[in-house]
């Protein structure tokens, strides 16, 4: 048994590392800004929950949480500038806190293809990766294509003023976080020099044919406008710097998982017939 420290383990990815850990038999502790409480949808049983600001955050603080860890995952994630600045400065105080617990690996969760972009938050995560490259720490990064979640959130969020924007010029390869979590739990074994390791889910398709699918499946109207790609995002898509045709892991497409996630939401509608929940994105 492995015991681990997810910091960000209410994320989107940082959940499915957290049940995969424990499913592994693992002990995990999961780090986040805020405490989940029994009974909400980020919590898993069993797991020793810490709520912890790495913006205002003590050197004590961080040795009392990984003190007795063997490995460390870093899933923090945001597009914000302040979650940006997490990424460096998390990183840091997090390098520093491994090496001074002797964890024997830090699994750092990134974003395929982050050196091959100028855009904000692809700088972010590569300064974010070299930080932990430089350390003494033992550390393994993961970069991971564009998730299931990811996609329906943002189409979900577009389709509230009934124009999505997309393009037949930009591909995408999405992925289950799930899948993402397997690689990542594997990873904890890992031995010897650091690596990185790149994946991707197994079908790539236009951002027009995603969305087109989007709105099939989920049954809502929306116009799809397509957009040019000239900024650094964008220049990031049409060159393909998103995709690992050669790393494909997985078999579940974004079809099978939306067609799970309506029914998903159709029996959490029948649960609760006041509407009072938000759509699954999870």
């Known amino acids: 048994m492995v015991r681990v420290v997810v910091f960000g383990g209410t994320g989107t990815v940082g959940r499915a590392v957290v049940a995969e850990a424990v499913s592994r038999g693992h002990s995990v502790v999961s780090v986040s800004r805020h405490r989940p409480r029994p009974g909400d949808a980020d919590h898993v049983a069993g797991v020793e929950y810490h709520a912890c600001d790495l913006y205002n955050s003590t050197t004590a603080q961080l040795d009392a949480i990984v003190a007795g860890s063997d490995a460390i995952v870093d899933s923090l994630d945001g597009v914000s500038t302040v979650a940006q600045a997490i990424f460096r400065i998390g990183a840091q105080q997090i390098a520093d806190a491994a090496e001074r617990a002797s964890v024997s690996r830090v699994v750092l969760v990134s974003s395929v293809g982050c050196d091959q972009s100028t855009a904000e938050y692809f700088a972010a995560k590569t300064d974010q990766e070299g930080l932990y490259l430089d350390s003494s720490a033992p ?52 031995t010897g020099d650091d690596r990185v390791v790149s994946i991707g889910g197994p079908q790539i398709a236009t951002a027009r044919e995603l ?49 799970a996630h309506s029914a998903t939401r159709a029996s959490a509608g029948r649960a609760c017939p006041n509407g009072n929940h938000a759509p699954s994105a999870a």
């Open 211 to 259: 969305t087109a699918l989007w709105l099939r499946k989920t049954g809502r109207s929306a116009v799809m406008i397509p957009v040019p790609l000239f900024t650094a995002m964008g220049r990031y898509l049409r060159f393909g710097s998103n995709l690992v045709p050669d790393a494909r892991v997985g078999t579940e497409t974004f079809n099978e998982w939306l067609t």
């Open 139 to 190: 550390v393994t990064v993961v970069r991971f294509t564009v998730l299931f979640d990811m996609l329906h959130d943002f189409a979900l969020r577009a389709a509230k003023w009934r124009i999505i924007p997309t393009s037949s010029r930009a591909r995408f390869q999405p992925m289950n976080a799930h899948d993402v979590a397997t690689v990542i739990v594997d990873a904890l074994g890992d």
